[in-house]
């Protein structure tokens, strides 16, 4: 049975304070790409911003997030062994997840992009909630993968933390993409604890069966992050490859060989071959099983020069190793009794689905070439990012299991996405009218450089 709450509508201050303990208290989880991340100097604890900024973004992220994958302790580790990653806490974690570049210069250009939780967090402070009372962000270091102690561990603290400042009320979750499984790594692995604190479970647009096109194209030629003319002054697409080929988390996107798709996501190729002085062009198609050979051959002479110093990069095999463990994780997840579940995901966008390298009239000599290839796209129903297929398949029993018309970061800003919230939630604003927008802003200017 859903509950209802009454939020505080104009009253009092004292009746408004009455109003937000009878609020089950609401943790936000990012996805990739969706927590600040500051380097921090070992020596002398010194921390400045490399995820996100926009000024001197690419020379940043290169210098302290380019990272190596450890295999004896499961974590991506930074190329900088003076610094190490951290997640700045401020605003009950929500600072981290709201506005992903907090300074003058993205709010005075209104780079909406950057965006993050900011009119969700919005959105619910005016419906009752209160930070650090009701309302809980958790950001975490999205290289590491989903099942990895530090983030299991950050994420039991959060729960906690949001259930005794409440006092003692079960939390409503509410991720998004890559954060959804995250939370299904925690069922999996701490089910007494998630049955403890955790009331209800809202997901936005994750990736619950991998998304095919944009992971198998991210550990080929990498990501462009933001679109337009913001990408003249963020991270190259280059510079986010050589990160994403050792980020476990990325490797636990990939398509699911288990799931039953409508149609075999593939990766196609367009190679030229030679032989006896013939040359002949074919259209090589990998499924998802067959993937796996091509990575490897793509990737074989990929490196990076770090500090006057060549690092190889190849498909990293022991990552894979890790991935596939998750992937089990994720297969046998199951919900507890108790917890009510809701899935929104985003359609009528076109989404990444096959990839196609190469082009008959140009087409591919050396597979090591894919690297440095813009790809083409035959698209499905989606989100842009995560196909419907997959963000529909949770294989949980679902109170409710919603598809919404939107891209997948604009979902966290979407008037239906909100409403569906509320409902759930048993909530409504202060005025119904009022409109979200990124227009201004709750969040202090960030000057971290």
Not at 125 to 151: M, P
Not at 256 to 277: A, L, T, Y
Not at 402 to 429: E, P
């Amino acid at each position: 049975m859903l509950r209802d709450y009454l939020c505080c509508c104009h009253k009092s201050s004292s009746s408004a304070s009455d109003d937000v303990v009878e609020l089950d208290p609401v943790l936000l989880v990012s996805g990739i790409g969706g927590t600040i991340l500051h380097s921090k100097k070992k020596k002398s604890g010194s921390e400045s911003r490399v995820w996100v900024r926009i000024l001197l973004a690419d020379l940043e992220f290169k210098r302290k997030l380019w990272s190596i994958y450890n295999p004896k302790t499961g974590y991506t580790e930074t190329l900088d062994d003076t610094t190490e990653i951290v997640v700045p806490e401020d605003d009950y974690g929500l600072y981290a997840i709201d506005i992903l570049d907090p300074s003058f210069f993205v709010k005075l250009l209104h780079l909406t992009d950057l965006y993050h939780f900011h009119d969700m967090i919005e959105m619910l402070v005016d419906c009752g909630y209160e930070k650090g009372t009701t309302l809980f962000g958790y950001g975490y270091d999205f290289r590491q993968s989903n099942r990895i102690d530090q983030l299991m561990d950050g994420l039991k603290e959060k729960l906690e933390a949001a259930y005794k400042a409440s006092g003692g009320r079960k939390v409503n979750i509410i991720s998004h993409s890559m954060g959804g499984l995250l939370v299904m790594c925690f069922i999996s692995l701490h089910g007494d604890i998630f049955t403890k604190y955790v009331n209800k479970w809202i997901t936005i647009a994750t990736p619950f069966q991998g998304a095919p096109g944009c992971i198998n194209d991210s550990i080929l030629t990498g990501m462009q992050f933001v679109d337009g003319f913001e990408s003249f002054f963020f991270v190259s697409r280059w510079s986010m490859h050589q990160m994403l080929v050792e980020c476990p988390s990325v490797y636990e996107m990939l398509p699911n060989p288990d799931f039953n798709w409508k149609k075999q996501p593939e990766i196609q190729v367009w190679r030229k071959h030679s032989e006896d002085g013939e040359s002949s062009v074919t259209l090589d198609s990998y499924e998802t099983n067959d993937c796996v050979s091509l990575f490897e051959q793509a990737l074989e002479k990929n490196e990076l020069n770090y500090d006057g110093k060549k690092v190889a990069l190849p498909f990293n095999f022991e990552i894979l190793k890790w991935a596939a463990s998750t992937r089990e994780v994720l297969n046998g997840t199951q919900l507890p009794d108790g917890v009510s579940f809701y899935n929104i995901y985003g359609t009528s966008v076109d989404t990444p689905f096959d990839v196609c390298y190469g082009s008959e009239s140009s087409p591919i000599d050396e597979l090591s070439e894919i690297c440095h290839t813009l790809p083409e796209y035959s698209y499905v129903d989606g989100d842009g990012t995560v196909p419907s297929e997959s963000a529909m398949a949770d294989n949980f029993d679902a109170v409710e299991r919603v598809g919404v018309c939107g891209s997948h970061r604009k979902l966290l800003a979407d008037k239906k996405v909100f409403q569906l919230i509320q409902k759930w939630l048993g909530v409504s604003t202060n005025v119904n009218t009022k409109q979200y927008s990124t227009s201004s802003s709750k969040v202090m200017d960030d000057s971290i450089v």
